[in-house]
């Protein structure tokens, strides 16, 4: 049998996390970031990261517990990486920024 990290219909906190961060680096390095150029291919790294960010909230239990805290940190950590992300996406569309 196949460890749960391979198995999509089990849950996995290692999983998702993995996804997220891997997302994050993916796009970091796909837009160039000081000279950031737009590009649609930052799509792929957003929808892998809304997957993981799925994967890790299906981890979350109904009663609190430190495990259900540690679940919402987790989930706080992939929300700030997905405005990441969106944001290497959009900003180089804003010409008024610059």
Not at 13 to 21: A, E, H, K, M, Y
Not at 34 to 62: E, I, Q
Not at 75 to 96: C, K, N, R, T
Request: charged share 10%; proline share 6%.
């Amino acid at each position: 049998m196949p460890p749960a990290f391979f198995n999509l219909r089990s849950r996995s906190l290692v999983r998702g996390t993995i996804l997220v961060l891997g997302s994050l680096v993916m796009s970091f390095l796909m837009s160039g970031f000081p000279n950031a150029r737009p590009s649609l291919k930052l799509l792929v790294p957003a929808f892998l990261a809304l997957s993981g960010t799925y994967d890790t909230a299906r981890c979350l239990r109904l009663r609190w517990s430190f495990y259900h805290g540690g679940v919402l940190l987790l989930l706080y950590m992939d929300v700030m990486a997905l405005a990441m992300i969106f944001f290497l996406l959009l900003y180089p569309y804003e010409g008024w920024i610059q």
